[in-house]
Protein backbone atom coordinates (compact mmCIF):
# COMPACT_ATOMS: atom_id res chain seq x y z
CA UNK A 1 0.00 0.00 0.00
CA UNK A 2 1.35 3.26 -1.35
CA UNK A 3 2.54 5.41 1.78
CA UNK A 4 0.04 8.32 2.67
CA UNK A 5 0.55 11.90 2.29
CA UNK A 6 0.85 13.44 5.56
CA UNK A 7 0.70 17.19 4.32
CA UNK A 8 -3.29 15.40 3.46
CA UNK A 9 -3.92 13.19 6.45
CA UNK A 10 -6.53 15.07 8.53
CA UNK A 11 -5.82 12.89 11.39
CA UNK A 12 -2.41 14.13 11.64
CA UNK A 13 -3.41 17.72 10.90
CA UNK A 14 -5.74 17.64 14.16
CA UNK A 15 -2.60 16.32 16.54
CA UNK A 16 -0.47 18.60 15.18
CA UNK A 17 -2.56 21.46 15.93
CA UNK A 18 -3.35 20.71 19.13
CA UNK A 19 0.44 19.87 19.67
CA UNK A 20 0.92 23.31 18.95
CA UNK A 21 -1.88 24.89 21.45
CA UNK A 22 -0.43 22.10 24.42
CA UNK A 23 3.04 23.71 23.51
CA UNK A 24 2.51 27.59 22.54
CA UNK A 25 -0.32 28.43 25.18
CA UNK A 26 1.30 27.78 28.31
CA UNK A 27 4.49 30.27 26.94
CA UNK A 28 1.97 32.78 26.59
CA UNK A 29 0.58 32.52 29.46
CA UNK A 30 2.62 31.32 31.96
CA UNK A 31 5.85 33.26 30.19
CA UNK A 32 9.23 31.58 32.23
CA UNK A 33 12.01 33.84 31.37
CA UNK A 34 14.19 33.16 34.59
CA UNK A 35 16.25 29.85 34.47
CA UNK A 36 16.26 26.63 36.70
CA UNK A 37 19.66 24.86 37.46
CA UNK A 38 21.09 23.17 34.72
CA UNK A 39 19.28 26.22 32.65
CA UNK A 40 21.36 28.45 34.47
CA UNK A 41 24.32 26.73 34.03
CA UNK A 42 23.86 26.66 29.83
CA UNK A 43 22.94 30.39 29.71
CA UNK A 44 26.14 30.92 31.74
CA UNK A 45 28.11 28.70 29.66
CA UNK A 46 26.44 31.19 26.51
CA UNK A 47 26.82 34.45 27.78
CA UNK A 48 31.01 33.58 27.91
CA UNK A 49 30.69 32.58 24.24
CA UNK A 50 29.09 36.03 23.56
CA UNK A 51 31.79 37.88 25.05
CA UNK A 52 34.23 35.69 23.30
CA UNK A 53 35.61 33.60 25.88
CA UNK A 54 34.62 30.54 23.64
CA UNK A 55 32.86 27.37 25.47
CA UNK A 56 33.55 27.98 29.35
CA UNK A 57 34.04 25.01 32.28
CA UNK A 58 31.20 25.39 34.45
CA UNK A 59 31.23 26.36 38.02
CA UNK A 60 31.89 22.57 38.92
CA UNK A 61 34.76 22.09 36.65
CA UNK A 62 32.80 20.28 33.70
CA UNK A 63 33.04 20.76 30.04
CA UNK A 64 29.81 20.39 28.82
CA UNK A 65 28.74 19.54 24.88
CA UNK A 66 28.81 22.54 22.58
CA UNK A 67 25.35 22.52 20.87
CA UNK A 68 23.24 24.07 23.41
CA UNK A 69 25.31 26.69 24.69
CA UNK A 70 26.24 28.04 21.17
CA UNK A 71 22.48 27.51 20.41
CA UNK A 72 21.43 29.88 22.95
CA UNK A 73 24.47 32.21 22.28
CA UNK A 74 22.95 31.82 18.81
CA UNK A 75 19.52 32.78 19.62
CA UNK A 76 20.69 35.70 22.36
CA UNK A 77 22.75 37.63 19.43
CA UNK A 78 20.09 37.21 17.17
CA UNK A 79 16.76 37.56 19.26
CA UNK A 80 18.08 39.56 22.22
CA UNK A 81 16.69 36.94 24.17
CA UNK A 82 17.86 33.39 25.80
CA UNK A 83 14.96 32.27 26.02
CA UNK A 84 13.68 32.88 22.67
CA UNK A 85 15.29 29.26 21.84
CA UNK A 86 12.03 28.13 23.16
CA UNK A 87 10.24 28.70 20.21
CA UNK A 88 12.14 27.21 17.81
CA UNK A 89 11.95 24.37 20.32
CA UNK A 90 8.00 24.62 19.89
CA UNK A 91 8.64 24.25 15.67
CA UNK A 92 11.11 21.25 15.89
CA UNK A 93 8.66 19.97 18.00
CA UNK A 94 5.96 19.68 15.62
CA UNK A 95 8.15 18.14 12.99
CA UNK A 96 9.15 15.88 15.35
CA UNK A 97 5.19 15.07 15.51
CA UNK A 98 5.36 14.36 11.49
CA UNK A 99 8.71 12.40 11.55
CA UNK A 100 7.49 10.01 14.38
CA UNK A 101 4.08 9.39 12.18
CA UNK A 102 6.47 8.92 9.30
CA UNK A 103 8.38 6.29 11.42
CA UNK A 104 5.62 4.72 12.71
CA UNK A 105 4.25 4.35 9.30
CA UNK A 106 7.16 2.48 7.89
CA UNK A 107 7.71 0.46 10.68
CA UNK A 108 3.98 -1.15 11.15
CA UNK A 109 1.20 1.20 9.25
CA UNK A 110 -1.12 4.29 8.87
CA UNK A 111 -3.31 3.49 11.73
CA UNK A 112 -0.31 2.85 14.23
CA UNK A 113 1.43 6.25 12.15
CA UNK A 114 -1.44 8.05 13.80
CA UNK A 115 -2.20 7.01 17.27
CA UNK A 116 1.84 7.47 17.26
CA UNK A 117 1.51 11.20 16.30
CA UNK A 118 -1.53 11.90 18.84
CA UNK A 119 0.49 10.14 21.61
CA UNK A 120 3.80 12.50 21.39
CA UNK A 121 1.47 15.69 20.42
CA UNK A 122 -0.38 15.60 24.14
CA UNK A 123 2.21 13.77 25.91
CA UNK A 124 2.65 16.17 28.78
CA UNK A 125 6.51 16.17 29.64
CA UNK A 126 7.22 16.13 25.81
CA UNK A 127 4.98 19.17 25.55
CA UNK A 128 6.55 20.74 28.83
CA UNK A 129 10.23 20.49 28.21
CA UNK A 130 9.29 22.68 24.51
CA UNK A 131 9.21 25.61 26.73
CA UNK A 132 12.11 25.40 28.92
CA UNK A 133 15.84 26.03 28.11
CA UNK A 134 17.17 22.17 28.26
CA UNK A 135 18.27 19.97 25.75
CA UNK A 136 15.98 17.35 25.39
CA UNK A 137 13.76 18.61 22.77
CA UNK A 138 16.34 19.43 20.03
CA UNK A 139 18.16 16.00 21.11
CA UNK A 140 14.88 13.91 20.24
CA UNK A 141 14.10 16.08 17.22
CA UNK A 142 17.93 14.85 16.06
CA UNK A 143 17.70 11.24 17.23
CA UNK A 144 14.16 10.84 15.41
CA UNK A 145 15.70 12.36 12.41
CA UNK A 146 18.52 9.79 12.04
CA UNK A 147 16.06 6.80 13.10
CA UNK A 148 14.06 7.75 9.61
CA UNK A 149 17.06 8.46 7.76
CA UNK A 150 17.77 4.94 8.68
CA UNK A 151 14.50 3.59 7.47
CA UNK A 152 14.68 5.25 4.05
CA UNK A 153 18.11 4.13 3.72
CA UNK A 154 17.18 0.45 4.13
CA UNK A 155 14.18 1.27 1.73
CA UNK A 156 16.27 3.16 -1.27
CA UNK A 157 20.07 1.76 -0.76
CA UNK A 158 20.67 5.76 -1.39
CA UNK A 159 24.19 6.19 0.38
CA UNK A 160 22.47 9.69 0.97
CA UNK A 161 20.48 8.80 3.40
CA UNK A 162 23.44 6.78 5.25
CA UNK A 163 25.20 10.32 5.36
CA UNK A 164 22.00 12.00 7.19
CA UNK A 165 22.26 9.31 9.76
CA UNK A 166 25.73 10.17 10.52
CA UNK A 167 25.16 14.36 10.28
CA UNK A 168 22.09 13.82 12.17
CA UNK A 169 23.78 11.03 14.87
CA UNK A 170 27.00 13.83 14.81
CA UNK A 171 25.11 17.06 15.98
CA UNK A 172 23.02 14.73 18.71
CA UNK A 173 26.90 14.26 20.05
CA UNK A 174 27.84 17.81 19.96
CA UNK A 175 24.32 18.57 21.54
CA UNK A 176 24.74 15.90 23.93
CA UNK A 177 27.94 13.02 24.79
CA UNK A 178 25.46 10.21 25.71
CA UNK A 179 24.84 10.14 21.66
CA UNK A 180 28.94 8.93 21.64
CA UNK A 181 28.00 5.39 21.51
CA UNK A 182 25.00 5.25 19.50
CA UNK A 183 26.30 5.10 15.91
CA UNK A 184 27.44 1.29 16.26
CA UNK A 185 23.95 0.99 17.43
CA UNK A 186 22.39 2.59 14.20
CA UNK A 187 25.03 1.05 11.82
CA UNK A 188 24.29 -2.23 13.25
CA UNK A 189 20.55 -1.17 12.25
CA UNK A 190 21.78 -0.32 8.92
CA UNK A 191 23.40 -3.35 7.79
CA UNK A 192 20.42 -5.86 9.77
CA UNK A 193 19.17 -9.07 7.43
CA UNK A 194 16.04 -8.40 6.18
CA UNK A 195 12.84 -10.84 7.30
CA UNK A 196 12.81 -14.89 6.44
CA UNK A 197 16.57 -14.67 5.71
CA UNK A 198 19.19 -17.14 7.70
CA UNK A 199 20.57 -14.59 10.13
CA UNK A 200 24.22 -15.12 9.02
CA UNK A 201 23.27 -15.31 5.18
CA UNK A 202 21.06 -12.36 5.64
CA UNK A 203 23.97 -10.31 7.18
CA UNK A 204 25.83 -11.24 3.98
CA UNK A 205 23.24 -10.10 2.02
CA UNK A 206 22.29 -6.94 3.27
CA UNK A 207 26.02 -6.10 3.93
CA UNK A 208 26.75 -6.38 0.24
CA UNK A 209 23.95 -3.81 -0.76
CA UNK A 210 24.43 -1.73 1.95
CA UNK A 211 27.88 -1.24 2.33
CA UNK A 212 28.15 2.58 0.91
CA UNK A 213 25.18 3.55 3.60
CA UNK A 214 27.35 2.25 6.16
CA UNK A 215 30.34 4.06 5.08
CA UNK A 216 28.38 7.24 4.54
CA UNK A 217 27.11 7.19 7.75
CA UNK A 218 30.13 6.89 9.35
CA UNK A 219 32.39 9.27 7.42
CA UNK A 220 29.62 11.81 8.00
CA UNK A 221 29.67 10.74 11.96
CA UNK A 222 33.40 11.28 11.89
CA UNK A 223 33.44 14.37 9.62
CA UNK A 224 30.84 16.25 12.01
CA UNK A 225 32.24 15.19 14.99
CA UNK A 226 36.29 15.46 14.41
CA UNK A 227 36.48 19.18 14.05
CA UNK A 228 35.37 19.53 17.72
CA UNK A 229 37.02 16.47 18.75
CA UNK A 230 40.59 17.85 17.73
CA UNK A 231 39.82 21.19 19.17
CA UNK A 232 38.31 20.63 22.29
CA UNK A 233 41.26 17.75 22.80
CA UNK A 234 43.82 20.33 22.47
CA UNK A 235 42.33 22.97 24.51
CA UNK A 236 40.71 21.11 27.72
CA UNK A 237 44.10 18.76 28.20
CA UNK A 238 43.56 15.61 26.69
CA UNK A 239 41.49 13.09 24.47
CA UNK A 240 37.80 13.91 24.20
CA UNK A 241 34.63 13.75 21.65
CA UNK A 242 32.12 16.21 22.62
CA UNK A 243 32.69 16.53 26.18
CA UNK A 244 33.84 15.79 29.39
CA UNK A 245 31.41 14.90 32.13
CA UNK A 246 31.80 10.92 32.49
CA UNK A 247 33.89 11.45 35.57
CA UNK A 248 31.99 14.04 37.01
CA UNK A 249 28.38 11.85 36.79
CA UNK A 250 30.40 8.69 38.04
CA UNK A 251 31.41 10.83 41.33
CA UNK A 252 27.88 11.89 41.42
CA UNK A 253 26.23 8.23 41.63
CA UNK A 254 29.33 6.05 43.18
CA UNK A 255 29.96 7.87 46.07
CA UNK A 256 29.67 7.36 50.15
CA UNK A 257 26.30 9.35 49.51
CA UNK A 258 23.08 7.27 47.73
CA UNK A 259 23.22 8.36 44.16
CA UNK A 260 21.90 11.76 43.48
CA UNK A 261 19.26 12.77 41.61
CA UNK A 262 17.14 16.12 41.35
CA UNK A 263 13.78 15.43 40.51
CA UNK A 264 10.56 16.67 42.70
CA UNK A 265 10.63 14.53 46.11
CA UNK A 266 13.31 12.73 45.87
CA UNK A 267 16.64 15.03 44.82
CA UNK A 268 18.90 17.55 45.92
CA UNK A 269 16.66 20.36 44.61
CA UNK A 270 18.37 22.97 46.68
CA UNK A 271 22.33 24.18 47.47
CA UNK A 272 22.59 23.44 50.61
CA UNK A 273 20.99 20.13 50.90
CA UNK A 274 23.41 19.16 47.77
CA UNK A 275 26.09 20.44 49.66
CA UNK A 276 25.20 18.92 52.83
CA UNK A 277 25.13 15.23 50.54
CA UNK A 278 28.70 15.90 48.76
CA UNK A 279 30.08 16.45 52.68
CA UNK A 280 29.22 13.11 53.19
CA UNK A 281 31.48 11.34 50.42
CA UNK A 282 34.59 11.47 49.03
CA UNK A 283 36.66 14.91 47.76
CA UNK A 284 35.92 15.22 44.17
CA UNK A 285 39.04 15.32 42.33
CA UNK A 286 40.44 18.87 41.76
CA UNK A 287 38.99 20.74 39.57
CA UNK A 288 40.70 23.65 38.74
CA UNK A 289 43.18 20.77 36.65
CA UNK A 290 42.37 20.38 32.74
CA UNK A 291 38.89 19.42 32.46
CA UNK A 292 39.60 16.16 30.44
CA UNK A 293 42.41 15.45 33.24
CA UNK A 294 39.72 16.06 36.00
CA UNK A 295 37.27 14.04 34.52
CA UNK A 296 39.98 10.95 34.25
CA UNK A 297 40.64 11.16 37.83
CA UNK A 298 37.38 11.27 38.95
CA UNK A 299 36.17 7.97 36.59
CA UNK A 300 39.57 6.26 38.37
CA UNK A 301 38.50 7.15 41.86
CA UNK A 302 34.76 6.01 40.77
CA UNK A 303 36.32 2.52 39.48
CA UNK A 304 38.65 2.24 42.51
CA UNK A 305 35.22 3.03 44.81
CA UNK A 306 33.06 -0.01 43.14
CA UNK A 307 35.97 -2.57 43.62
CA UNK A 308 36.47 -1.45 47.43
CA UNK A 309 32.30 -1.29 47.57
CA UNK A 310 30.83 -4.19 44.75
CA UNK A 311 27.53 -4.80 47.31
CA UNK A 312 26.66 -1.20 47.52
CA UNK A 313 27.43 -0.52 43.85
CA UNK A 314 25.21 -3.75 42.77
CA UNK A 315 22.39 -2.79 45.44
CA UNK A 316 22.07 0.72 43.79
CA UNK A 317 20.89 -0.52 40.46
CA UNK A 318 17.33 -1.03 41.03
CA UNK A 319 17.81 2.62 42.95
CA UNK A 320 19.21 4.03 39.92
CA UNK A 321 16.67 2.07 37.48
CA UNK A 322 13.56 4.01 39.87
CA UNK A 323 14.87 7.33 39.60
CA UNK A 324 14.87 7.35 36.08
CA UNK A 325 11.65 5.44 35.41
CA UNK A 326 9.89 7.39 38.39
CA UNK A 327 6.51 8.06 36.90
CA UNK A 328 6.63 12.02 37.58
CA UNK A 329 8.83 14.28 35.75
CA UNK A 330 10.72 17.95 35.73
CA UNK A 331 7.17 18.72 34.56
CA UNK A 332 5.61 17.73 38.09
CA UNK A 333 8.34 19.97 39.63
CA UNK A 334 7.22 23.06 38.06
CA UNK A 335 3.82 22.42 39.12
CA UNK A 336 4.62 21.95 42.54
CA UNK A 337 6.99 24.95 42.65
CA UNK A 338 3.95 27.21 41.26
CA UNK A 339 5.47 27.83 38.29
CA UNK A 340 1.54 28.00 37.61
CA UNK A 341 0.32 29.22 40.40
CA UNK A 342 -2.88 30.43 38.34
CA UNK A 343 -4.12 27.58 37.90
CA UNK A 344 -6.83 26.22 40.15
CA UNK A 345 -5.66 23.21 42.56
CA UNK A 346 -8.00 21.02 40.93
CA UNK A 347 -6.31 21.05 37.69
CA UNK A 348 -2.91 21.03 39.18
CA UNK A 349 -3.81 17.47 40.65
CA UNK A 350 -5.15 16.36 37.49
CA UNK A 351 -1.97 17.37 35.42
CA UNK A 352 0.46 15.66 37.99
CA UNK A 353 -1.82 12.49 37.87
CA UNK A 354 -1.72 13.00 33.85
CA UNK A 355 1.85 13.45 34.27
CA UNK A 356 1.93 10.10 35.80
CA UNK A 357 -0.17 8.36 33.52
CA UNK A 358 1.35 9.33 30.30
CA UNK A 359 4.58 8.05 31.49
CA UNK A 360 3.26 4.74 32.97
CA UNK A 361 1.45 4.46 29.33
CA UNK A 362 4.46 4.56 27.71
CA UNK A 363 6.64 2.21 30.07
CA UNK A 364 4.76 -0.66 30.28
CA UNK A 365 2.35 0.21 26.65
CA UNK A 366 5.77 0.17 25.03
CA UNK A 367 7.24 -2.57 26.48
CA UNK A 368 4.54 -4.82 25.57
CA UNK A 369 4.07 -3.59 22.42
CA UNK A 370 8.37 -4.14 21.88
CA UNK A 371 8.31 -8.00 23.31
CA UNK A 372 5.25 -7.96 20.83
CA UNK A 373 6.82 -6.62 17.74
CA UNK A 374 10.44 -5.72 18.18
CA UNK A 375 12.12 -6.99 14.84
CA UNK A 376 14.03 -5.54 11.88
CA UNK A 377 16.17 -2.13 12.05
CA UNK A 378 13.62 -0.64 14.02
CA UNK A 379 14.07 -3.18 16.75
CA UNK A 380 17.78 -2.68 16.79
CA UNK A 381 17.74 1.12 17.00
CA UNK A 382 14.86 1.36 20.12
CA UNK A 383 15.66 -1.81 21.94
CA UNK A 384 19.11 -0.63 21.23
CA UNK A 385 18.94 2.78 22.54
CA UNK A 386 16.87 1.58 25.60
CA UNK A 387 19.20 -0.76 27.02
CA UNK A 388 22.31 1.02 26.55
CA UNK A 389 20.65 3.73 28.74
CA UNK A 390 19.16 1.37 30.98
CA UNK A 391 22.96 0.07 31.15
CA UNK A 392 24.60 3.41 31.90
CA UNK A 393 22.26 3.89 34.49
CA UNK A 394 22.80 1.14 36.26
CA UNK A 395 26.70 2.25 36.13
CA UNK A 396 25.52 6.26 37.07
CA UNK A 397 22.64 7.76 38.50
CA UNK A 398 19.07 7.99 37.16
CA UNK A 399 16.67 11.16 37.00
CA UNK A 400 13.70 11.52 34.79
CA UNK A 401 15.04 14.00 32.55
CA UNK A 402 17.40 11.33 30.98
CA UNK A 403 14.27 9.40 30.57
CA UNK A 404 12.53 11.29 28.01
CA UNK A 405 14.87 10.86 24.41
CA UNK A 406 13.62 7.23 25.04
CA UNK A 407 9.83 7.89 24.99
CA UNK A 408 9.33 8.45 21.11
CA UNK A 409 11.18 5.84 20.66
CA UNK A 410 8.56 3.37 22.81
CA UNK A 411 5.63 5.75 21.55
CA UNK A 412 6.07 3.67 18.32
CA UNK A 413 5.54 0.33 20.25
CA UNK A 414 2.28 1.80 22.17
CA UNK A 415 1.05 3.00 19.47
CA UNK A 416 0.91 -0.83 17.76
CA UNK A 417 -0.40 -1.96 21.37
CA UNK A 418 -3.38 0.83 20.73
CA UNK A 419 -3.81 0.12 17.35
CA UNK A 420 -3.73 -3.39 16.86
CA UNK A 421 -4.59 -5.19 20.55
CA UNK A 422 -5.48 -8.53 18.61
CA UNK A 423 -2.65 -8.68 16.23
CA UNK A 424 -0.12 -7.94 19.78
CA UNK A 425 -1.97 -10.47 21.87
CA UNK A 426 -1.36 -12.57 18.58
CA UNK A 427 2.28 -12.06 18.49
CA UNK A 428 2.94 -12.86 22.27
CA UNK A 429 0.86 -16.18 22.21
CA UNK A 430 2.71 -17.60 19.01
CA UNK A 431 6.06 -16.88 21.17
CA UNK A 432 6.44 -18.34 23.97
CA UNK A 433 9.78 -16.87 24.92
CA UNK A 434 8.90 -13.57 24.24
CA UNK A 435 5.40 -13.88 26.51
CA UNK A 436 7.46 -15.78 29.43
CA UNK A 437 9.65 -12.50 29.42
CA UNK A 438 7.33 -9.86 29.12
CA UNK A 439 5.71 -11.68 32.28
CA UNK A 440 9.03 -11.56 33.86
CA UNK A 441 9.64 -7.93 33.06
CA UNK A 442 6.35 -6.02 33.50
CA UNK A 443 6.06 -6.99 37.09
CA UNK A 444 9.62 -5.84 37.83
CA UNK A 445 9.01 -2.19 36.05
CA UNK A 446 6.01 -1.66 37.78
CA UNK A 447 8.07 -2.11 41.29
CA UNK A 448 10.32 0.49 39.71
CA UNK A 449 7.50 2.59 38.78
CA UNK A 450 5.92 2.35 41.96
CA UNK A 451 9.39 3.14 43.85
CA UNK A 452 9.23 7.12 43.68
CA UNK A 453 5.50 7.61 42.19
CA UNK A 454 4.26 8.92 45.68
CA UNK A 455 6.84 12.06 46.09
CA UNK A 456 4.39 13.78 42.97
CA UNK A 457 1.52 14.26 45.91
CA UNK A 458 3.38 15.60 48.74
CA UNK A 459 1.03 14.55 51.19
CA UNK A 460 2.57 11.13 50.77
CA UNK A 461 6.05 12.13 51.78
Same mark, same amino acid.
Given at each position: ?66 ? &?????? $? ?11 ? !? ?17 ? *? ?18 ? $? ?53 ? &???? *?????? /? ?30 ? /?? *????? *? ?19 ? !? ?149 ? !?? $? ?40 ? $? ?5 ? /? ?8
Amino acid at each position: MAAQDWRKDRVLTAALLVALLLRIVPIIVFPQSDCVRDECIYRMLATGIIEGEGLNLTSKGWLAAPG &YPYALA $LMKSVFGLFWSIK !FVQIALSLVSVVTLYKIAE *IVDDLKTARVAAWLFAVHPT $LAYFTNTMWIETLYIFLILWAVYFVLRARETGDWRWGAGVGLSLGIATLFRGMAT &YLPP *IFLLAI /LWPGDGKAFFAGVKGSVTRRWKIAIAMVAAVV /LS *IAPYS *IHGSQKYGGFMVTDATVGHVL !FLGNNDFPPLTFDYGNGMLSGPIFARYLRLGRRPCDRTEPAVQSSKCEVEKAVDWIKENPDKFVGRIPMRLAQLLNPNSFFTRAIRWGYWSPIPWWFKEFLVTFIIFSSALVTVGGTVGAFARAKGAYGVMAVGTVLYTLATICLMYGMTR !FR $LPLVPLWIVYLASVMAHPVQIKAALSASTPRAASLLLVIPML $LVLMAWY /LPTGYPMFW
